[in-house]
């Protein structure tokens, strides 16, 4: 098992930042593929916004967010990272962070295995 703790969600400005970070324990000897979703308001679908391998040589990103936000990870922390910039009040939402086993970014959340609680982040217009 693998348990996911996100933090660094918040209330900002549009076109201001936010960092994202997740931590990964228990068992983070698999090469893990990390992903952040995100889920606008219950009831929604939660939307694919970045992903990336183990390696870190391989990312994807959600065209609604390419250009804007950064995924990053440090394996010998156990951490994902999310850099927002020029955020917009589209980019509220709960933000996940997500792992898979299959050491590739995949956009379904179908194929991400395990889950964090999520962080809110706010963007006032």
């Known amino acids: 098992q693998v348990q996911l703790v996100e933090s660094g969600g918040g209330l900002v400005q549009t076109g201001g930042g936010l960092r994202l970070s997740c931590v990964a324990s228990?068992?983070?000897?698999?090469?893990?593929?990390m992903g952040w979703f995100r889920q606008q308001r219950p009831g929604k679908e939660r939307e694919f916004v970045a992903?990336?391998?183990?390696?870190?040589?391989?990312?994807n990103y959600a065209g609604s967010v390419k250009g804007r936000f950064t995924i990053s990870r440090d394996n010998a922390q156990n951490t994902v990272y999310l850099q927002m910039n020029s955020l917009k009040p589209g980019d509220t939402a709960v933000y996940y962070c997500?792992?898979?086993?299959?050491?590739?970014?995949?956009?379904?959340?179908?194929?991400?295995?395990?889950w964090g609680q999520g962080t809110q982040v706010t963007v006032s217009s």
């Open positions: 997500a792992a898979n086993v299959y050491e590739s970014p995949y956009v379904s959340s179908d194929e991400y295995d395990f």
């Open positions: 228990g068992r983070t000897d698999s090469r893990l593929t």
């Open positions: 992903a990336i391998t183990w390696s870190g040589g391989i990312s």
